[in-house]
């Protein structure tokens, strides 16, 4: 009777910590595990702020990409903006010129960095042109896609053709768009090297664009190397990433 | 890149009992390991002879156990004269020390300069205790503890004829530098590697202001073109000595190198 | 049994095939006095005198004629814990006998005396030749400049530069020599310049876009580099004379990695202006470009023969991953120097006999990206390793004695500029703050 009793208790005990277990084990396992922590940094460095605004001269009613990275901040803002992730970029269309100011703080000090868009006047709209410029830089971003590359090649193999040729027929289709393709690398190779290589990346989407028909003149060209990333992870799916060739509204 | 191997090749497979297989085992084992030092003429294998860059692993001098070239242990006395090494100490020059280049006020220290260094008398002449040193002669005998030169198992020296044929006493760190860079620059894997010991060869040459080497010439051979022409080279690719030290007043200085090949 | 055997003749085999040390190599001389004993050199702290300001800038000069001398490579400095008690400050108080004797067993031995007087720093340094009794001085120096640090430091640094011409067979110091590379630390990547040990860091632009690639002209009158002006990459002049950019011609397409050739006529430099990145050289105004290679791939990172100026060497994709290249000065008879993995940032050494480059010999999807600094005898193509920490060493640059060799390591966790002997022994870290790379050694 009691012995009964007992059993049962204990079963409904050894049931509890199984399922606690399980759930524990559970949670653990969807955990993320968080990467190694990098070295410790020394004790309260003073934070860095870099802020750069692409392109810095705009004409009213474009847009520009600021793009900010700072290190060892822990509150980051952004005149007119508010404030913002440590590193992160975002598009702005400002009416005038404007000199956007960055600034990193932590408890040791705080550092800032600016940016100055100029924007001269709208020119007058194109007769033929009736889609406002705003949304051409949401057009574009939408609809102009950025072709990926095997490592050390700047070939665009066949399935970024075609995603080329997609980009080719947008692009026909709105004359009067201008834009920028970077080319950028992952981090394993050499500077100098990534850069000549960034470039080979740019020219080889630019060449296949101009075979398509788009006009050489609205396209220009930039590498970038590594020194831009999109991604910082040492893994491949990261060096994935930054093997691209980058379209860019505007000028 | 690997190192070269020589994979002893097995012929026979013995039948022989596990002991005596074991045996031969150990014996094929050792010399694989150590076959590779035995010395095996196998001269100038390096360089791209295969085109699209034949690289090669190399290394670095100071991994070379070079054995420890102190003989300055023998403290010759200083002597630019030729003939026998038992050449009676010439005193040392009494002109002013000009080397130092501090005005005036220094003069009065140059008197007790000279008194305050105790004239050490050249230790006797254990030049009898080394077998292959001084040559009866030609050849000048060593200038100071610093003329003498060795590489492996090769000995030689250097002569001095400059000033009053006291360079090597006055001077004695920069024999120190010509031996040293001669030293630093003499390739003996240039030496034809059949060669293991060889007749006396006396090369000259002259160190001008500048310390260049210029009009070195081979003055008596060895009888091996290789080994002279590895001498002569290991001058032609010392750019400078630097410059010849500015107590001495000659506009350049002669020197005679010469050494006992051994390999 | 049979078996037995068998497994234990692969096992010969195995230990024949890695456990035999390889034949007698052939070597590669780096002008470090490798194999030949160095001086052994006695460097005692100067007499001072026992005023503050005296022994401030005593502390410094010594500390700095310290490493100069232990930083210069062809000595072998003597401890002081064997340094005889009394110091001498004139060449009356030397006692050679003391020094030449073990304990100290020294060679040469330097001393003197640092004194402050009425706002200007004096000192009196002498070289002496240990074993020579009758004639021992070497060098006897007097300096006098105003009193502060720096020049405390600058003094330190001509006397040990005087002391390593003497005895180092005539090939100049490298004391006052700086090192320019390129700096994240003020938040965008700029040209920045500092001594030869890493001290006195400056910042040279400040242009805030992105500056690569720094070059010194030889008479260090000008810095070219490549920097992001107007979204293009272009080769750009800072005048370190005016302290401002100069003038220099814009050309088509991406322009990179400007080089100096030692007479200070020409500037080799790659550029994609006709499409592919090519190298080309022009005179150091920028006129006349010629182009020197012709070949699909990134052609890259020149450098020049600074002892004959008639060949470059440089980085070529043409085969697939990046080798080193030379050719001579005019495009012609191309020789691949490496053959395999990914080979960058040649660096030729003042003798002309040595290359100097980044090498990941063993290259490929997931490879972790290790790479390290190589010297290869350019003759020969022998090579040699002198970095092994499986960090990322990149853009080796040589010094101007050539016994030195700086470069940027990421083994701490960042990526800082380094400097080493040219065998690879005495690596010190010369940057701390932020990200350092790209380092490059002026000419003189």
Wanted: glycine share 8%; hydrophobic share 35%.
């Amino acid at each position: 009777m009691g012995g009964t009793k007992l059993k049962l208790r204990r079963i409904q005990w050894i049931q509890v910590v199984l399922a606690v277990s399980v759930v524990l084990a559970v949670t653990a396992c969807a955990k993320k595990k968080p990467p190694a922590p990098p070295p410790a940094p020394p004790p309260s460095p003073a934070p860095t702020a870099m802020l750069t605004a692409n392109p810095n001269a705009i004409v009213a009613g474009q847009a520009s990409t600021l793009t900010w990275r700072t290190d060892f901040a822990t509150d980051v803002s952004i005149d007119g903006i508010g404030k913002v992730d440590p590193s992160g970029s975002m598009k702005v269309t400002p009416s005038d010129s404007t000199t956007y100011r960055l600034v990193a703080k932590n408890d040791t000090g705080s550092k800032e960095a600016t940016a100055r868009v100029t924007v001269t006047p709208a020119p007058p709209p194109p007769v033929t042109s009736s889609t406002p410029s705003e949304s051409d830089a949401q057009l574009f971003s939408q609809n102009v896609k950025d072709v990926f590359f095997e490592y050390d090649s700047s070939e665009i193999t066949a399935q970024y053709h075609s995603v080329l040729q997609a980009n080719a027929r947008f692009l026909q289709q709105h004359p009067n768009i201008t834009f920028v393709i970077e080319g950028h690398c992952d981090e394993r190779g050499s500077t100098e090297y990534n850069l000549a290589l960034g470039d080979e990346r740019a020219n080889a989407a630019k060449q296949v664009l101009v075979q398509q028909g788009v006009s050489g003149g609205r396209i220009r060209t930039i590498s970038y190397g590594k020194e831009k990333p999109f991604c910082t992870e040492s893994t491949e799916e990261c060096w994935q990433q930054n093997r691209r060739a980058h379209f860019v509204y505007g000028k | 890149m690997a190192a070269d191997a020589d994979i002893f090749p097995h012929e026979h497979y013995s039948r022989l009992p596990i002991v005596g297989s074991l045996a031969l085992h150990m014996v094929l084992f050792a010399l694989a390991i150590f076959g590779n030092l035995i010395p095996s003429g196998r001269g100038e294998n390096w360089g791209g002879t295969e085109g699209g860059g034949g690289a090669i692993s190399a290394t670095l001098v100071s991994s070379t156990p070079l054995p420890n070239p102190q003989t300055e242990s023998q403290n010759v006395l200083a002597n630019e004269s030729k003939g026998l090494s038992q050449s009676l100490p010439k005193e040392a020059p009494q002109e002013e020390p000009k080397a130092i280049p501090i005005p005036a006020p220094d003069a009065k220290q140059k008197a007790p300069h000279e008194s305050a260094i105790p004239k050490k008398e050249p230790p006797k002449q254990v030049a009898k205790a080394e077998p292959n040193q001084i040559p009866y002669g030609q050849g000048g005998p060593v200038s100071g503890p610093y003329g003498s030169f060795t590489s492996g198992a090769t000995k030689g020296g250097f002569g001095f004829q400059g000033g009053q044929g006291d360079f090597g006493s006055r001077f004695a760190y920069y024999v120190d530098i010509v031996r040293r860079k001669v030293s630093e620059n003499w390739l003996k894997y240039e030496v034809d590697p059949r060669i293991n010991d060889a007749r006396r060869v006396y090369i000259y040459f002259e160190i001008n202001r500048s310390g260049q080497p210029t009009n070195v010439r081979v003055e008596q051979t060895s009888g091996i073109p290789s080994l002279d022409q590895s001498a002569v080279r290991a001058l032609q690719r010392i750019d400078t000595f630097g410059p010849l030290p500015a107590g001495y007043p000659g506009n350049y200085v002669a020197v005679e190198f010469w050494f006992d090949y051994r390999r | 049994m049979k078996r037995f055997a068998a497994i234990f003749l692969s096992a010969v085999i195995a230990s024949a095939a890695f456990g035999a040390p390889p034949p007698p190599q052939d070597w590669i001389r780096t002008g470090t006095g490798l194999g030949v004993e160095k001086i052994r050199l006695a460097v005692p702290d100067f007499k001072t005198a026992t005023d503050p300001d005296s022994k401030k800038l005593a502390a410094t000069f010594n500390v700095t004629l310290w490493n100069d001398l232990q930083a210069a490579g062809i000595f072998d400095i003597v401890s002081q814990s064997f340094y005889p008690l009394s110091a001498p400050g004139v060449p009356q108080e030397v006692r050679l006998g003391e020094w030449a004797a073990p304990p100290p067993n020294a060679g040469m031995l330097v001393f003197g005396n640092v004194a402050v007087q009425g706002g200007s720093l004096a000192v009196q340094g002498w070289l002496y030749d240990v074993k020579n009794a009758q004639s021992p001085q070497v060098l006897g120096k007097q300096y006098r400049e105003d009193a502060n640090d720096d020049n405390a430091r600058l003094i330190a640094h001509r006397f040990a530069d005087e002391i390593i011409f003497r005895l180092g067979g005539g090939i100049p110091g490298i004391a006052e020599s700086r090192i320019y590379f390129v700096s994240s630390r003020s938040g965008a990547k700029e040209i920045w310049q500092m001594d030869y040990d890493g001290a006195n860091q400056k910042q040279i632009t400040h242009l805030g876009t992105m500056a690569l690639s720094p070059h010194a002209s030889p008479d260090g009158s000008r810095i070219a580099f490549s920097g992001v002006s107007n979204v293009e990459w272009q080769i750009l002049m800072y005048s370190l004379e005016l302290n401002r950019a100069v003038s220099f011609p814009r050309f088509q397409g991406t322009n990179l990695s400007p080089a100096w050739s030692s007479d200070g006529k020409w500037l080799a430099f790659s550029s994609s202006r006709a499409g592919d990145s090519e190298i080309y050289v022009a005179d150091v105004m920028g006129s006349n470009p010629r182009r020197l290679t012709n070949s699909k791939g990134p052609d890259v990172s020149p450098t020049w023969n600074p002892k004959t100026n008639a060949q470059i060497a440089w980085v070529s994709g043409r085969t697939g991953l990046p080798q080193i290249y030379t050719m001579e000065s005019d495009g012609t008879n191309v020789v691949r120097m490496t053959d395999q993995g990914y080979a960058v940032s040649p660096s030729w050494s003042p003798n002309g006999q040595l290359l100097a480059f980044a090498w990941v010999r063993h290259y490929g999807p997931g490879a972790p990206g290790a790479s390290d600094i190589y010297v290869m005898d350019v003759a020969s193509k022998q090579w040699v390793q002198l970095t092994h920490d499986g960090g990322r060493n990149d853009f080796p640059t040589w010094s101007p004695d050539g016994r030195h060799i700086a470069f940027q390591s990421n083994r701490t966790g960042k990526t800082q500029i380094w400097s080493m002997l040219a065998d690879g022994s005495q690596a010190r870290q010369l940057t701390t703050a932020g990200q350092n790379s790209q380092p490059n050694w002026s000419f003189k």
